[in-house]
């Protein structure tokens, strides 16, 4: 990939399914997909349960409520058109793969750093026209960069060690000099969920460091 491989550097941040690729070097990769694929495996995995990431159907109906998963202790299958797809992608690469959100961020970043020496961490996005509230998505559109996974992706980068990318140093600087709940129920994705009646699962999303879970994918399944 050349120069957006960002090699020669310990700690890479890229975007979405084409930043796996790009990083796909890397010893580790660091799935963020806060609101709400990886906030969900967080409150999962930190009560002793798994998650085994699916592929999104359209028609199943089902949402991404962390809120209705803060009891699950059980193996829990959790479809995603971001997160979850970016977890068999980054698989594919042979990695080590691990999901990050706010609140699990440094407890993720030690487990990487103790699994490999270059660490790629990658912001999920969200995607042009994905209506997952209602209909589900009905055909994926471009990727939208998004504000709560630059910050979660931040938070992973502050609390590593090494030679950062201009890329991961700006998500690192971003993420400590910001107010990050405001932003996260401020912005786009998070104002969206508000509105629509589940202001809970922001409020779960946007807190900082409360976990020490650090879920790694195993065979098809994070724990």
Request: proline share 6%; glycine share 12%; hydrophobic share 40%.
């Amino acid at each position: 990939m050349g120069v957006f491989s960002q090699e020669g550097y310990q700690l890479r941040l890229e975007w979405g399914p084409e930043g796996v690729n790009a990083l796909r070097d890397c010893d580790v990769l660091v799935i963020v997909d806060v609101l709400s694929f990886t906030t969900s495996v967080d409150l999962v995995v930190g009560n002793g349960g798994q998650v085994r990431p699916s592929r999104w159907k359209p028609s199943s109906g089902r949402t991404l409520r962390p809120a209705s998963l803060a009891g699950e202790t059980g193996l829990v299958e959790l479809p995603s058109p971001n997160g979850s797809n970016l977890c068999f992608l980054a698989a594919e690469t042979g990695a080590h793969v691990l999901a990050a959100c706010l609140r699990n961020a440094t407890a993720v970043a030690r487990r990487a750093q103790a699994l490999g020496e270059t660490i790629g961490v990658i912001p999920g996005g969200e995607r042009w026209g994905l209506d997952i509230l209602n209909a589900g998505p009905r055909e994926f559109g471009p990727l939208r960069p998004c504000v709560e996974d630059y910050l979660g992706a931040g938070a992973v980068l502050a609390a590593l060690t090494g030679r950062a990318s201009p890329e991961a140093r700006l998500a690192a600087t971003a993420f400590r000099t910001t107010d990050v709940p405001a932003a996260v129920r401020g912005c786009g994705s998070g104002r969206e969920l508000v509105e629509n009646g589940h202001s809970a699962d922001v409020d779960l999303a946007v807190r900082i460091n409360v976990s020490s879970a650090a879920p790694v994918l195993v065979d098809g399944v994070l724990r």
